[in-house]
T-cell receptor, first 114, second 117 residues
Framework: EAGVAQSPRYKIIEKRQSVAFWCNPISGHATLYWYQQILGQGPKLLIQFQNNGVVDDSQLPKDRFSAERLKGVDSTLKIQPAKLEDSAVYLC???FGQGPYGYTFGSGTRLTVV | AQTVTQSQPEMSVQEAETVTLSCTYDTSESDYYLFWYKQPPSRQMILVIRQEAYKQQNATENRFSVNFQKAAKSFSLKISDSQLGDAAMYFCAYRRGHGGSQGNLIFGKGTKLSVKP
C-alpha cells in the first residue's frame, strides 16, 4: 500500500511570499488532515476534510492560510503571505473513515521563512 | 478542552535496557483513545501503540507496552530491550471517541529518546 505522499520535502521562502504544499492521501481514504508542527512542539491540527468538505478548520489562520481538497482526493495547503512564525513542518495525514484506526501520516514539508 | 502533557523533554536509555516515557492528559470525556507515536528524523509519524479508554487491559505490542491509569489520567509507555532504532521523538496523543470534528489527534510536546550502545 502506497503511503501518504507530500511535496515538496523542503521549502525556503522570504516573509510575505506565498507557498503551497501538496498532499496525496492513501487511495480510498476519505478523511484528510493537515497538521502544523513547530520545532519543539507536537503537531497541531490546521484543517480536517471529509471527502471534499471541511469538517474542522477552527485552528486555521484564515487570513493567510487556505486549503482545498478538490474531488475528495489530493489536497493543497497555501500560505499567503508567509510570516516568520509559519516556519514549521506541515504534516498531512489520512484515514479511511473518522474512526481512530488507520491513521497514516506523510513525511511532511519543512518550511523555513526567512 | 483536552490537553496532553509530556513532562520529560529528553530521556536516555542504554541499549537492551528498559525505559518508561510519561504522559498525562486532561479530559472530561469518558470515551476516548490514547496513542503513542514515534517520529524519527524522517519526520513521518509512526503509530507505536494505542489504547481504548473503555478497555481496562493495558495494550502491548511486542517490546512496547503501556500503563494506562484512567482515574489518574496517566498513560505511560514502556520500551523493553531498547534498540538503537528506537531512538526518536515520541509523542503521546489523545483522540475523542466519536467521529466528525473530534477525529483529530491532540498531541503532547514530545520526548526525545536517545539510546546508548
Amino acid at each position: 500500500e502506497a503511503g501518504v505522499a507530500q511535496s515538496p520535502r523542503y521549502k525556503i521562502i522570504e516573509k510575505r511570499q506565498s507557498v503551497a504544499f501538496w498532499c496525496n492521501p492513501i487511495s480510498g481514504h476519505a478523511t484528510l488532515y493537515w497538521y502544523q508542527q513547530i520545532l519543539g512542539q507536537g503537531p497541531k491540527l490546521l484543517i480536517q476534510f471529509q471527502n471534499n468538505g471541511v469538517v474542522d478548520d477552527s485552528q486555521l489562520p484564515k487570513d493567510r492560510f487556505s486549503a482545498e481538497r478538490l474531488k475528495g482526493v489530493d489536497s493543497t495547503l497555501k500560505i499567503q503571505p508567509a510570516k516568520l512564525e509559519d516556519s514549521a513542518v506541515y504534516l498531512c495525514a489520512s484515514s479511511f473513515g473518522q474512526g481512530p484506526y488507520g491513521y497514516t501520516f506523510g513525511s511532511g514539508t519543512r518550511l523555513t521563512v526567512v | 478542552a483536552q490537553t496532553v502533557t509530556q513532562s520529560q523533554p529528553e530521556m536516555s536509555v542504554q541499549e537492551a535496557e528498559t525505559v518508561t516515557l510519561s504522559c498525562t492528559y486532561d479530559t472530561s470525556e469518558s470515551d476516548y483513545y490514547l496513542f503513542w507515536y514515534k517520529q524519527p528524523p524522517s519526520r513521518q509519524m509512526i503509530l507505536v501503540i494505542r489504547q481504548e479508554a473503555y478497555k481496562q487491559q493495558n495494550a502491548t505490542e511486542n517490546r512496547f507496552s503501556v500503563n494506562f491509569q484512567k482515574a489518574a489520567k496517566s498513560f505511560s509507555l514502556k520500551i523493553s530491550d531498547s534498540q538503537l532504532g528506537d531512538a526518536a521523538m515520541y509523542f503521546c496523543a489523545y483522540r475523542r471517541g466519536h467521529g466528525g470534528s473530534q477525529g483529530n489527534l491532540i498531541f503532547g510536546k514530545g520526548t526525545k529518546l536517545s539510546v546508548k550502545p
